[in-house]
């Protein structure tokens, strides 16, 4: 099992991250810039602030043909737990990898690492650079929900729309996409 590194022996370089969920169209992306020294349960929250996730359920990894999971569920399904480990120690020679999210939907995420830059004092990291359209509601039914869902609120006025709309919170639109609210709003939270 991968052990964690001393940051002291680690140069400090940035990771830029780009995040395509499967199966959805148009697609939804998502860049952003984050240390390599990043912990796997740390990409895992960046992962869910910048898509939009709720993180209310299990997910792994799939790096260099193994799979990595919160110990919850390592202990279930043969997994190595991720607690602890470093993204470039399990990392290998490949920048592709794959995140799934939520075992009953099956969220599928590529992740690509698409540049490596030096650490830059005047930024603040983590940042999310860049993505397209609205992250899918939770538990709306894995890809073929979600395009029943869009589906829908496009369709004229129904007591299912209504219902579909009042379970979002009263609006949805599937093209918007803002890395200032994500960044304002999670990643640079200070509560």
């Given amino acids: ?36 020294i990043i912990e796997l349960e740390e990409l895992h929250m960046l992962i869910q602030m910048t898509m939009g996730w709720e993180n209310s359920h299990l997910y792994f990894f799939q790096i260099d043909n193994k799979n ?22 399990v990392l290998g020679n490949s920048k592709k990898f794959n995140y799934i999210y939520d075992f009953g939907d099956d969220w599928f995420h590529e992740v690509e690492i698409t540049a490596i830059h030096e650490h830059d004092e005047r930024m603040q990291y983590p940042i999310c650079i860049g993505g397209e359209n609205a992250c899918p509601p939770e538990d709306c039914g894995g ?30 639109n599937p093209t918007t996409f803002d890395p200032n609210f994500v960044n304002k709003n999670f990643l640079w939270n200070e509560e």
């Fill in 68 to 89: 990595y999971s919160p110990e919850i569920s390592a202990k279930e399904t043969n997994d190595i737990p991720l607690e602890g480990i470093l993204l470039a120690d």
């Fill in 143 to 172: 890809p073929y929900g979600f395009e029943n869902f869009k589906k829908a609120l496009a369709g004229p006025d129904s007591e299912e729309k209504d219902e579909l709309l009042s379970w979002v919170g009263g609006y949805y």
């Fill in 1 to 36: 099992m991968a052990k964690k590194k001393s940051l002291k022996k680690v140069k400090l370089e940035v990771y830029e991250f780009k995040v395509t969920l499967g199966e959805t169209s148009p697609v939804v992306w998502r860049k952003f810039l984050a240390h390599n």
